[in-house]
């Protein structure tokens, strides 16, 4: 599977931006999908996950109300819609795709390129 984020972009607090991940391959409708985040100087983190069939979606505390994740398997394209950004936010924003159900990087065996998303106040 080949993952290619795009939709990051420069904007103010308070504002919304959709992420979309679109991946390459018939088998995407398997896959478990997550989104990860790092922002300068830090680690990767976990921001929010999705299952195969979209029936279950979990999110970090820290974005929980105010992002959502999706999937559509006709199209093979997961998004992450973001209202509300905070300059915390900012952070390359990565999708990954795995086989099992997981909020760790370790449990993701396919990660998408970045995409960049500056939250500026």
């Known amino acids: 599977v080949q993952l290619q984020a795009s939709g990051g972009g420069l904007v103010q607090a308070g504002d919304s931006l959709r992420l979309s991940c679109a991946a390459s391959?018939?088998?995407?409708?398997?896959?478990?999908m997550g989104w990860f985040r790092q922002a300068p100087g830090k680690g990767r983190e976990f921001v929010t996950a999705?299952?195969?069939?979209?029936?279950?979606?979990r999110y970090a505390d820290s974005v929980k109300g105010r992002f959502t994740i999706s999937r559509d398997n006709a199209k093979n394209t997961v998004y992450l819609q973001m209202n509300n950004l905070q300059p915390e936010d900012t952070a390359v924003y990565y999708c990954?795709?795995?086989?099992?159900?997981?909020?760790?990087?370790?449990?993701?065996?396919?990660w998408g390129q970045g995409t960049l998303v500056t939250v500026s106040s």
């Open positions: 990954a795709a795995g086989s099992s159900w997981s909020m760790w990087i370790g449990g993701y065996d396919y």
């Open positions: 391959g018939r088998t995407f409708s398997s896959y478990v």
């Open positions: 999705i299952t195969s069939s979209g029936g279950n979606t």
